[in-house]
């Protein structure tokens, strides 16, 4: 993230949040908030202190965090892509935009019959010795089994809300989560099996290689020690080619049919 | 080879639960968020590092972020660090486990340093790289804690020793690793018994010096990269200490070795600017040294004896007075007593001292930060009244303090005070490049360990020009050394590094030894010179000899 997303990023964090945002001299370069009671104790890190207020009973001081993103301004925390406060408010922002449940909100009343997605947003991950990662965005309709990859940018360009809107009713789910969640396991499970195995091949040949070292290293000896058998385990560690699925977040969308143009659609 | 497939569904459960209780719900826009924060910390491709682009006020130099990277990609994770004194080791440590950290290659970490870095390493790794790195000072750290700092010692020791070997370490960084070169010892045989994916070994001694210590630091890293013990004799040894199929082992250690040395980082390096001052005694330290003699001629001591003694008396009387009073006290007996007598007498007798009037006259001229180094605590103490005397605070520093009082003198007198009097131990593993002057007050008879002294401020992070001044006495034992070192060998103005390389090509390690078998067995004056200039010459020797041999293996990169 450049300075300026990041100063987006908080901004849109410390709103959403509810904290307030005070005025500073350059809001370009600054961003200064006081926290609400929620945030100083997830950000602040200072149990005693809270212990204590609500112990007496007394009204509580939030902290004010006064962030800068760049050295002309002198004063406040000088934070980036690196520093860990902004690490802790990412770590922050996961925690609290884990599961979500939302209603697109129409803007024309063509039909007010919603229809039922599950949203899975994951991280994959490629590890040997070396690693590498990218995101998968999937939704699955729930009734149809359409299934969509890049899902979440397709949710960013909608207008969408908690309630359920005025005249508007959703449709009943065919599919199970629980089927659901496997259909998208099966889909991505078989993408991956398609894909280039060379960096695994690399890898594997990597890891022979120090293996056979290992091997003549202990050639001699008759039986063999358990350092061996430690070494040999810390080598598969090292290199042993793995694909990891994580989750990011994970929702019920209920959303108009035509919010989907036909080209996104893939049939499965 | 086909990759395991692994899908993470331990959060199932909690999103059942959410949906069967209807939430509590996260925001829209938290949602969002949470996305582009995994969005932030996606590391798109094998290669390259990240780490540099997420450390802005670090500015590490070119030839530390390549070293990070050769060791990731080409080493998979398992290296010699060997990079010359001073060029920033534990910036280019601090980077590798950076980036295994970003990438979530590594989480578990363990740091081995000698006790008297702990609290460095600590500080370095959290301000500059925001790794949370904490010294071990608990037990329960060491299962508690992701990234821990301690000195072997404390590691190998019951009750830590079996917690530690039960941790699955991801990475294990050991400093001064060049200590784990005999595979006998507890400390080899702990570290080989620790559970590694990962591993780094920072030295900076290079360790040609003997064939088998590379064999058994290599196979600390990578058992069977150069064979069993048995072959590597057969195949790179041919007697004690010739090589065989050098070029082919150099190939070999150099795929698992990085090894910087300075004049290829392609750094402006500050000016070594050396002065060398030789002090004539006063006419009552000119008596107490040469009454010293007699003890040796009435067999009271031996030749070594009176060369300790002798070197004692050279930096102070109160130095001498610790060893003299020994001997004294075991030869004790009526006949001697009138020849200690006047030895004692005339020891009294000396009202100043000429070295430290002249330390006194420098540290005026100079009106800026100065490190005095002696061999001896009682300098030490005396140096400390006298400067005191004058007007001039100073602190001490010696190996033997704990890690938080050196922490603690160093911060005075970074901040409070003109003068830092450090012994011989505390020579090595402490940063003070924001001082510049260095006024050796008496003479280490190992090259090395004149280098290590000039090694604390002639580094990475010295904006000025490095002053080097070196006291001896005229006349004396002192004066010859100074000759050898200043003279004869233009030890100063050497590039760090050229000389640990000349020495172990010419298996000199034990300088100090030889330059203390020459004094002590030569008869006269003229033997010692006529000895030392052999020695030099030697040395000398060596230094063309490799200097041809680089200019001529200037193309190609070993």
């Known amino acids: 993230m450049q300075q300026a997303e990041i100063h987006d990023f908080l901004n849109r964090f410390f709103s959403s949040s509810e904290c307030e945002l005070l005025p500073v001299a350059d809001d370009h370069d600054q961003l200064k908030v006081k926290l609400t009671k929620a945030m100083d104790k997830l950000l602040m890190n200072r149990p005693f202190y809270w212990h204590y207020i609500e112990q007496i009973g007394a009204e509580p001081e939030t902290a004010v965090l006064n962030f800068r993103f760049s050295d002309r301004i002198q004063e406040g925390e000088f934070i980036h892509s690196g520093s860990p406060r902004l690490h802790q408010i990412l770590d922050a922002s996961e925690k609290m935009g884990r599961y979500i449940r939302m209603y697109q909100v129409l803007a024309n009343k063509l039909s007010p019959a919603l229809e039922p997605w599950l949203c899975i947003n994951m991280k994959i991950s490629y590890q040997c010795d070396l690693k590498k990662d990218r995101i998968c965005s999937m939704g699955l309709q729930l009734i149809n089994g359409t299934m969509i990859e890049g899902f979440q940018s397709v949710l960013n360009t909608l207008h969408l809300s908690q309630k359920l809107p005025d005249y508007c009713y959703t449709l009943r789910p065919l599919i199970t989560i629980k089927s659901g969640l496997a259909r998208i396991e099966h889909f991505i499970e078989s993408e991956l099996q398609k894909e280039n195995f060379e960096w695994a091949d690399h890898a594997a040949t990597r890891w022979d290689k120090d293996l056979q070292l290992l091997n003549a290293f202990y050639e001699h000896q008759e039986e063999k020690p358990e350092r061996y058998v430690q070494e040999k385990q810390a080598l598969k560690e090292q290199y042993q080619p793995q694909i990891k699925v994580t989750l990011i977040n994970a929702g019920l969308f209920f959303l108009q049919s035509a919010a989907f143009l036909p080209d996104l659609i893939k049939d499965h | ?558």
């Open chain 2, 1 to 558: 080879m086909k990759p395991i497939i692994h899908f993470d569904r331990s959060w199932y459960e909690s999103f059942f639960k959410h949906i069967e209780e209807d939430g509590p719900w996260a925001k829209s826009e938290l949602f969002s968020l949470a996305y582009l924060a995994e969005q932030e910390r996606t590391v798109p491709t094998f290669h390259g590092l990240i780490a540099p682009s997420r450390l802005p006020l670090l500015k590490p130099h070119p030839h530390q972020v390549e070293t990070a990277r050769i060791v990731i990609e080409e080493m998979h994770g398992k290296a010699i660090l060997a990079d010359e004194v001073g060029l920033g080791k534990t910036i280019e440590a601090g980077l590798i486990i950076k980036e295994y950290m970003i990438r979530g290659l590594v989480k578990k970490v363990l740091i081995l340093v000698p006790a008297s870095l702990v609290l460095q390493w600590v500080s370095e790794l959290n301000s500059k790289f925001y790794i949370p790195a904490v010294p071990q000072r608990k037990t329960y750290v060491w299962s508690q804690c992701d990234v821990v700092v301690s000195s072997i010692d404390t590691a190998k020791r019951e009750p830590h020793r079996d917690i530690v070997l039960d941790q699955d370490y991801d990475l294990i960084i050991i400093d001064e690793a060049h200590k784990l070169k005999n595979h006998k010892t507890k400390n080899y045989q702990f570290v080989q018994s620790l559970k590694k994916k990962f591993c780094l070994l920072l030295t900076a001694t290079p360790i040609q010096n003997r064939l088998s210590e590379i064999f058994y630091l290599v196979s600390l890293l990578k058992p069977g990269y150069l064979g069993d013990a048995e072959s590597f004799a057969k195949n790179y040894k041919s007697g004690s200490h010739a090589v065989r199929n050098e070029e082919k082992l150099k190939a070999l250690v150099n795929q698992v070795m990085v090894r910087n040395r300075r004049e290829d980082t392609g750094l402006r390096w500050p000016k070594r600017i050396v002065k060398a001052y030789d002090i004539p005694f006063s006419m009552a330290e000119k008596a107490f040294y040469d009454s010293l003699f007699e003890l040796k001629e009435r067999g009271l001591i031996q030749p070594f004896s009176l060369l300790t003694l002798q070197r004692e008396a050279c930096s102070s009387r109160e130095a001498a007075f610790t060893t003299l009073n020994k001997i004294y006290k075991e030869t004790a007996c009526p006949m001697n007593e009138r020849l200690w007598h006047p030895i004692f007498e005339k020891m009294n007798a000396i009202k100043q001292n000429a070295k430290a009037k002249k330390t006194l006259e420098l540290i005026q001229q100079i009106n800026d930060k100065v490190i005095i180094f002696t061999e001896y605590r009682a300098t030490q103490l005396f140096l400390q009244w006298f400067l005191k005397k004058n007007g001039i605070s100073s602190v001490p520093f010696n190996g033997g303090f704990k890690r938080s009082k050196k922490d603690w003198m160093r911060m005075l007198f970074q901040n409070k005070v003109q003068v830092l009097v450090a012994t011989e131990a505390g020579g090595e593993g402490i940063n003070l490049q924001f001082a510049s002057h260095l006024i050796n007050y008496d003479l280490p008879w190992n090259p090395m360990r004149i280098e290590q002294r000039i090694g604390r401020i002639h580094r990475l992070g010295q904006e000025k020009d490095v002053h080097i001044y070196n006291l001896a006495t005229r006349g004396t034992v002192e004066s010859h050394i100074l000759n050898l070192l200043y003279n004869k060998i233009h030890l100063f103005e050497q590039v760090i590094g050229d000389l640990d390389r000349i020495l172990t090509h010419i298996d000199l390690k034990d300088v100090d030894k030889q330059v203390a078998h020459i004094f002590e067995e030569s008869e006269s004056e003229g033997e010692i010179k006529v000895k030392l200039d052999n020695l030099s010459s030697v040395i000398n020797f060596e230094q063309n000899h490799l200097s041809e041999g680089d200019s001529h293996a200037a193309g190609g990169n070993s």
